[in-house]
């Protein structure tokens, strides 16, 4: 996708995305995490001046912006499309904030090391995730944190998959599995909390703000596109409902040290 057909894409659904999210909620995120959802899993991985931060798999990068606009940090974010990167770039500038971005394939992931490293919305998209949370649990810091957002279920059926558009980067994984994945790497669960419901009531909400703006929607992006948007959200919007699929927030952390205030065992207690 080129730069122009990028930010056609981005502003076609922006009157749509804005008005899905309440007042504030809106960060220019591609994902049905909320501003205050972003907040809190930073907070929770300690992120602020002076923190390292590397943002795998960014996009146009709005939850970095936003991060590093609210809580201050030194902030990379990598993303394999240029066109994406360029445009996080240039809004970055515009708001004044001193973000580096990078064109890259994940994996590998840059040395670092880095204190926190996030990957938001984007965990489903790698089907072998091992080698992943090894090159993660490498770039960290002893004690360095790994915040991200995981679609949790069991892989999709034949039936599940021919519903799903793009469905090849649709690899959600039982928890268990995925804690055992992490131990193996180096990194323990610390903090947890479960999201499908509020990540549900987003789907929904950005269904019907999409329909409601159909007609712009599709002068400028064509039927296909949307009505392929319309019906993932769907989907997950289902999967969520029934606990087909269930979506969590995780700060792991790399052993060898645990920070400040995050030393507890029992990564199964959600903390509010």
């Known amino acids: 996708m080129r730069l122009d057909e990028r930010t056609r894409y981005d502003q076609a659904l922006r009157k749509a995305r804005v008005a899905a999210y309440p007042p504030g909620e809106y960060v220019d995120q591609e994902s049905f995490m909320r501003a205050g959802e972003i907040r809190s899993l930073a907070r929770r991985a300690g992120i602020g001046p002076g923190v390292s931060v590397l943002d795998l798999c960014c996009g146009v990068a709005g939850p970095g912006r936003f991060v590093t606009e609210e809580l201050g940090c030194r902030y990379l974010g990598i993303d394999l499309d240029a066109n994406a990167i360029e445009l996080?770039?240039?809004?970055?500038?515009?708001?004044?904030?001193?973000?580096?971005?990078?064109?890259?394939?994940?994996?590998p992931v840059p040395s670092g090391p880095f204190d926190v490293v996030l990957l938001l919305e984007t965990?489903?998209?790698?089907?072998?995730?091992?080698?992943l949370l090894r090159e993660v649990s490498g770039a960290l810091v002893p004690g360095g944190r790994f915040a991200f957002t995981v679609e949790e279920g069991q892989p999709l059926t034949e039936a599940e998959a021919e519903a799903m558009p793009a469905a090849d980067t649709v690899w959600p994984v039982?928890?268990?599995?995925?804690?055992?994945?992490?131990?193996?790497?180096?990194?323990?669960?610390?903090?947890?909390?479960?999201?499908s419901h509020s990540h549900r009531l987003v789907a929904d909400?950005?269904?019907?703000?999409?329909?409601?703006?159909?007609?712009?929607?599709?002068?400028?992006?064509?039927d296909g596109e949307l009505d392929d948007l319309l019906a993932a959200?769907?989907?997950?919007?289902?999967?969520?409902?029934?606990?087909?699929?269930?979506?969590?927030?995780?700060?792991?952390?790399?052993t060898g040290g645990r920070p400040e205030g995050e030393r507890r065992r029992g990564w199964l207690r959600s903390r509010r």
């Not at 973000?99 to 994940?106: A, M, P, Q, S, T």
């Not at 039982?174 to 610390?190: D, I, K, Q, Y």
């Open 233 to 254: 959200h769907r989907l997950w919007r289902d999967w969520m409902a029934t606990g087909r699929i269930r979506k969590f927030a995780i700060v792991a952390v790399r």
């Open 123 to 131: 965990m489903l998209a790698f089907q072998d995730k091992e080698p």
């Open 88 to 107: 996080a770039s240039r809004r970055a500038r515009a708001a004044g904030l001193s973000c580096r971005f990078e064109v890259g394939e994940v994996p």
């Open 174 to 195: 039982p928890l268990t599995e995925l804690v055992g994945r992490l131990s193996s790497a180096g990194l323990e669960v610390g903090w947890i909390r479960e999201c």
């Open 205 to 222: 909400s950005l269904i019907d703000a999409f329909l409601a703006e159909r007609s712009a929607i599709e002068a400028e992006l064509g």
